[in-house]
């Protein structure tokens, strides 16, 4: 009897030790939400400043700043897609003080570079999506394009005499490129900048035939009429450009494409602190002031919940692996 006994005790203090074990491991996750932050927040954007994402980012970082009484500052990582900002964050401590706010084309990395440094599901964590914005279809208006179907006219009489531009290869920018060039069924140089920026320059200078740029930062061009704008990207006409049509409307069904911006984090990160990133950004997407600040540049909010987000990610990743086959896109 001695030793049945003994071992039933030997169970019952081990069961006990884990249930502390993991109580103390509870208390202390719920002590680090409540502590944190303690220091500045860092937001890692994959873009250069002026971008669309750099935009949102920065008019996120502002407000989160302000709620949490500390300052969220922005570093502009450029090149490759975004993976080198992505594998930043994906490799930096897991504590909620460095962040990835990346676009859509976050997902077409995976199915482009196929010897990533990161997993883009296993090493990442979405806290929420941000926001989405049309891309606007502009070109100078010196090439004379009458509209989207005169476009696309001119370009199959004349295969290899036409470009486009893209704020990096597997950007949204380009993917919405690509969505359209497959949709419409017509051939172009692919050229790939650094950012929105650079492409924009390039468009109005007339060395570029067309880009899909994030409306955010095309509209104040377009206004100007150093842009001219031929169609809107989304399933739905913009609010501020009531009399563009989209792509579809253009007549080029399933060419409609989303660009949305959304906020990560490296994988490992104390929930309770994910918990209280997404509680806070959300409130602040849900403002009726910060709602108005992005309807001005085109944008609309767009929260989720973590596991909401997470869920999205993972189906975009999958959906656009099969546009990357069928367009053939490549790393550069």
């Known amino acids: 009897m001695t030793a049945p006994f003994h071992k039933r ?27 944190w932050p ?41 090149g490759a897609g975004g993976t080198i900002a992505a594998n930043q964050v994906a490799k930096a401590n897991p504590d909620g003080y460095t ?9 077409v990395n995976p199915a482009i570079y196929p010897n990533l440094p990161y997993d883009t599901l296993n090493d990442l964590v979405g806290i929420t999506s941000l926001a989405s914005l049309p891309n606007v279809m502009v070109v ?12 696309i006219a001119k370009v199959k009489a004349k295969p290899d005499g036409f470009n ?8 949204a920018t380009h993917i919405n490129a690509e969505k359209f060039r497959v949709a419409a069924g017509i051939n172009a140089t692919h050229i790939p900048f650094k950012g929105t920026p650079e492409a924009l320059t390039e468009t109005i200078s ?20 150093k842009l001219q704008v031929l169609a809107v990207g989304t399933p739905k006409r913009s609010d501020d450009l009531p009399n563009t049509p989209t792509t579809v409307e253009a007549g080029v069904p399933g060419s409609e494409y989303t660009f949305w911006v959304g906020m990560l984090a490296p994988s490992k990160t104390p929930k309770p602190v994910l918990d209280k990133l ?10 009726s002031e910060f709602k108005t600040k992005l309807d001005n540049i085109g944008a609309a909010p767009m929260p989720m919940t973590s596991t909401a987000f997470n869920g999205f990610i993972k189906s975009e990743t999958e959906g656009i692996a099969k546009l990357v086959q069928a367009a053939g896109i490549k790393a550069n």
């Open 278 to 287: 997404n509680a806070e950004v959300v409130k602040i997407l849900n403002s």
């Open 38 to 78: 303690k220091q500045s927040i860092k937001f890692v954007v994959p873009f250069t400043a002026g971008s669309g994402t750099d935009i949102v980012a920065r008019a996120v970082a502002e407000k989160l700043g302000t709620a949490l009484g500390q300052p969220v500052v922005i570093e502009n990582k450029p």
């Open 140 to 151: 100078s208006p010196s090439k004379g394009f009458k509209d989207v179907k005169d476009l």
């Open 99 to 107: 962040l990835l706010v990346h676009s859509s084309g976050h997902v």
């Open 9 to 35: 005790t030997m169970a019952k203090q081990l069961l006990s030790l884990a249930l502390t074990t993991l109580a103390l491991s509870g208390l202390s996750l719920n002590a680090q939400a409540q502590d």
């Open 164 to 171: 486009y531009a893209s704020a990096g290869t597997g950007s």
């Open 206 to 225: 007339g060395r570029i035939d067309w880009f899909f740029a994030p409306i955010v930062s095309a509209l104040p061009l377009i206004k100007d009429g």
